[in-house]
């Protein structure tokens, strides 16, 4: 090993499967290269692409031996050459936009590329900074790039307990829309409600589309995001607005869906899917959120809810619980 590199404790796995393929090996981390950077992490942020990359069902292959994870908060504690913007000591976190056969996050230390490191505003803790990211880009570039609500317009949340449904919750109260959640449990309900959505739909016990025409006045939602799909996506269409946006991001429910042939034709909206690589493939507007995002946490408005915490050595528990579906806000791991 070279003076210069460290050995870190580090999730490996060396077969595609359940949650139990994942290990924690001691890894030698190198120094970092050009335009990199290395970080001595001391927050985990845990999300369903580390999973579906587990098991071999992401938008890459894992490679074996295989490491995972897009999300991490710590300190900057290495800098390569042709790095200007960040310094040793530099408290930092990571935005998702690199391929996991080149980095990823599940480690004491890691090698970053820099332009995927962020001083994030100083009222975060590791923990919530390490919870940033994915959620809230992916989410903006649904609600505002894409999406371009306006305040006073319905978004209908699917899922809304993830801490994507979460962080969708916060932006759309942040640009002045009115959040309407879905859940599948009353016991979430009050919860929702106390993280700040304006309406709640307890799915198991009301007609989504008969309550959100209620609650909008027969308007519809404007925005429906959802990323489960399932047998209740033809009531969750029959919901929404004339000209309204739906964006898939996700298929939660391994049950078939229908189609609501009849409000699609009468109110013409456009129904399409989405994945964060439309903001964090592209620069410009992957700055955008940036600022967005930084300006609202600076302001208390967007804050990442953190869940449950678990320590490096229960990776295979953090996964197990994620999959479990009972989560209410982010899975963290401490390093």
Known sequence: MSDLSKMSKTVV????????????????????GPQEVRIQVKSIGINRADAMYRQGMYIENPVFPAQLGYEAAG???????????????????????FSLHNYSSYGEYIIMPAYAVHKYPANLSYDEAASLWTSYSTMYGMIVNSGKLKAGEFVVINAASSS????????????????????????????LLKAGASHVIVTSEEDIATEV???????????????VVGAKFSNLLSSVAENGKVFVYGALSHEPAS??????LMKTPTIRGYSAIEVLGNMDVLTEAITFIDKGV??????????????????????????????????????
């Open 213 to 227: 025409l209620k609650i909008t006045n027969n308007v519809g939602a404007h925005l429906i995001l959802d990323p």
């Open 298 to 335: 600076s302001e208390g408005k967007l804050k990442p809810i953190i869940d449950k915490i678990f320590n490096l050595d229960e990776i295979v528990a953090s996964h197990i619980y994620l999959e479990s579906n009972q989560q209410f806000g982010k899975i963290v791991v401490n390093i």
């Open 13 to 32: 796995f060396h077969e595609a499967g359940t949650p139990e393929v994942l290990k924690v090996e001691q890894v030698e981390v190198s120094y970092p």
């Open 75 to 97: 300190i900057v504690e290495a800098v390569g050459t042709d790095v200007s913007n960040l310094a040793v000591g530099d408290v930092v976190n990571v935005i998702p936009g």
């Open 164 to 191: 994507a449904g979460l962080a969708a919750i916060q932006i759309t109260n942040y640009v002045g829309g009115i959040s309407i959640a879905l859940t599948t449990s009353l016991k979430k309900k009050e919860a």
């Open 259 to 264: 189609f609501p042939a009849f409000d699609v």
